[in-house]
């Protein structure tokens, strides 16, 4: 049995995170980016995680086996005028970037993962926390807790602006 160690990350872990991020984008889209594109993120993330890690509005968790990083999960917690049927608290977060570099799948890392994001999300009166889930990951976040959104009388939209 592999040694999972769950931290989160600080701000020392900044060119980390940035591979992180990186790593999670290639594996997802599958091509590299054009350079001025991959500069443009690097730029906005250099300033993103500074300030978003001393504000506790983004949590970055970092699992390492046996002292190497095997994986991460990000998550955003936004505060909006609370509703008394969905947010009482006003918070909710979402999960986004959860990585397992492929060799260290199934030993329960992203388990491990989403179960401290879940932890640090109670701890910040977070109303709900939600995701999009691939194939790969979806059994995993069931496992947990994470239910499919029945949307009621709703329909979700979006607005590109970019």
């Given at each position: ?98 990585l397992t570099y492929p060799e260290y799948r199934r030993q ?47 329909t979700e939209m979006k607005l590109?602006?970019?």
């Amino acid at each position: 049995m592999q040694n999972i160690n769950i931290r989160k990350a600080a701000e020392s872990d900044i060119e980390l995170l940035i591979k992180l991020r990186f790593d999670y984008l290639t594996d997802n889209y599958g091509e590299p980016f054009a350079s001025d594109v991959e500069n443009a993120l690097i730029e906005q993330l250099r300033e993103y995680y500074p300030k978003h890690l001393k504000t506790d509005d983004f949590i970055a968790a970092l699992g390492d086996i046996d002292g190497k990083v095997a994986g991460t999960a990000f998550m955003v917690i936004t505060e909006k005028p609370a509703n008394p049927q969905s947010f009482s608290t006003g918070k909710t977060a979402l999960i986004l970037n959860v990585l397992t570099y492929p060799e260290y799948r199934r030993q329960g890392l992203a388990t491990k993962l989403m179960e401290f994001l879940i932890n640090e999300a109670k701890k910040a009166n977070v109303s709900y926390i939600e995701l999009t889930a691939t194939s790969m990951g979806k059994p995993v976040y069931e496992k947990v807790g994470f239910t499919e959104r029945s949307h009621g009388n709703f329909t979700e939209m979006k607005l590109n602006l970019i």
